[in-house]
């Protein structure tokens, strides 16, 4: 079956990294996504990674992925207040197939 | 960058009234567009696939005909809550694909509506 789950609360101090987790169960997927929204927003592509990757990073974002475990996450170098908002994955299977998304973790930057 | 915009942004109606939400991708043809349903504090639940110049293809439990989707060109899909009812009162989403090369395969979204039914 499809399912994608994370954390749905992370507090961090400001300056410090945060590290959102995310499991999957589909081994077929072929991208797997990290999106930020905003209050009232549409969802924001931040970063993907394909599944034949280990890591990939992008400024202060870096994301692991242990394909064996079937574990995302992703880490945000010196977190901001910029920064709080909700981060979901998502995993697809690439083409036109839909995007499966976890429930979202929340993430509160405070000074 | 690509860009989607949703219209309106929010909208108030009342019982029994439909309302019809409009998806445009401003900068590029999306051949598929996607119609996502969000409740608050949960994740986004996919309603249907909207292919342009086909039939929509709905989520299993989503009903095709108060939901009704409409993709007529490559730049603009809608969705029409007929009959709404306060339990529609949700945040409504789209996202249009666009093929961005190898390794991408990006949905991109649009802001969201916010439709509240009294």
């Known amino acids: 079956g499809e399912d994608v789950e994370q954390s749905l609360f992370l507090s961090v101090r400001e300056g410090d990294s945060s590290v959102i987790n995310c499991t999957y169960t589909?081994?077929?997927?072929?991208?797997l996504y990290w999106y930020k929204q905003e209050p009232g927003a549409g969802l924001q592509l931040l970063t993907y990674i394909f599944s034949n990757m280990d890591m990939k990073q992008d400024q202060r974002l870096t994301v692991l992925l242990n394909k064996k475990d079937k574990h995302l996450s992703l880490r945000i170098a010196d977190t901001q207040t910029g920064d709080s908002a909700i981060y979901f994955c998502?995993?697809?299977?690439?083409?036109?197939?839909?995007?499966?998304f976890g429930a979202g973790t929340r993430l509160a930057v405070h000074p | 960058g690509a860009v989607v915009s949703q219209h309106p942004s929010w909208v108030i109606c009342k019982s029994g009234t439909s309302v019809k939400i409009e998806c445009r991708s401003l900068?590029?043809?999306?051949?598929?567009m996607f119609w996502y349903r969000q409740f608050p504090k949960q994740s986004l639940m996919l309603m249907a696939t909207s292919n342009e110049g086909s039939k929509a293809t709905y989520e299993q439990g989503v009903e095709k005909d108060k939901f009704l989707i409409n993709h007529a060109s490559l730049t603009l899909s809608t969705l029409t809550v007929t009959s709404a009812h306060p339990e529609d009162s949700s945040f409504y989403i789209c996202?249009?694909?666009?093929?961005?090369?190898?390794?991408?395969?990006?949905?991109?979204f649009g802001p969201g509506t916010r439709l509240t039914v009294l």
């Open positions: 996202s249009a694909f666009r093929l961005a090369g190898e390794g991408s395969n990006e949905q991109f």
């Open positions: 900068d590029f043809q999306a051949t598929t």
């Open positions: 998502a995993e697809s299977k690439g083409g036109y197939n839909k995007l499966i």
């Open positions: 589909d081994s077929s997927s072929t991208y």
